[in-house]
């Protein structure tokens, strides 16, 4: 099946930094979504990216289809970015598959 | 419109006993999926609803899990009899159709002690 990677694994940065997180996925994907669990366990969806660019805020994500990864970048980042930002792979039949994560903590 | 709603929050239970946790999917939406994130690793997926049929439900761990959707609406899954590894955080989502996005409930944190 699909195979879906995260990068980096946990990142530590200082409040008003900018990041870029990265997932690659092995194979053709319908769709691409990226999700932020916050520190109360909450998935909160942060975009649905099949391809090109999209910002809300100072939060944005590109999808190149043809080469196989999404980007999420975090401008000016904040306290409360902190989490776990996973990135979720539609396949051509129903099922999701979830990175691992990549853990983030911004210091104030 | 209303979200997708799980009960209950948090749920701690002894090793052998009996859970049943709750989702409500969003009003209209055919597809129902439940995961889970076990001792903060990835989310795993474990079964996918459309209506009241089990599509797949190659992700369920074993036996001691049961997924029901009686009348394609709610979804309950239970977890008899529990035991420690079982602990995490379970996520329901729902989907309009295939491949749109998924909306996530947010989850039910079952330890078992």
């Known amino acids: 099946g699909i195979q879906v990677e995260q990068s980096p694994p946990d990142l530590i940065l200082q409040e008003g930094a900018n990041s870029t997180l990265r997932c690659n996925f092995s194979d053709s994907v319908n769709n691409l979504q990226w999700f932020h669990q916050n520190p109360w366990g909450q998935l909160i969806n942060l975009f649905y990216?099949?391809?090109g660019t999209k910002q809300n805020g100072r939060l944005s994500a590109t999808t190149v289809a043809t080469e196989r990864y999404s980007l999420l970048y975090i401008s000016s980042s904040q306290t409360t970015d902190s989490g776990v930002y996973f990135c979720?792979?539609?396949?051509?039949?129903?099922?999701?598959?979830f990175g691992a994560g990549t853990r983030l903590f911004v210091k104030a | 419109e209303a979200g997708v709603t799980q009960f209950p929050s948090h749920s701690v239970i002894e090793k052998g006993q009996t859970v049943t946790l709750r989702c409500d999917p969003i009003s209209g939406h055919d597809n129902l999926y439940w995961y889970r994130r076990v001792m903060g690793k990835e989310i795993k997926f474990l079964l996918h609803f459309v209506k009241e049929s089990k599509q797949d439900e190659s992700g369920m761990p074993n036996n001691r899990f049961l997924a029901e959707r009686t009348g394609g609406t709610y979804s309950t899954l239970k977890v008899q009899p529990a035991e420690l590894e079982d602990s995490g955080v379970y996520f329901c989502?729902?989907?309009?159709?295939?491949?749109?996005?998924?909306?996530f409930g947010n989850g039910t944190r079952l330890t078992v002690t």
């Open positions: 990216i099949p391809s």
């Open positions: 979720a792979a539609h396949t051509g039949g129903f099922k999701t598959i």
């Open positions: 989502a729902s989907s309009h159709t295939k491949g749109s996005p998924l909306h």
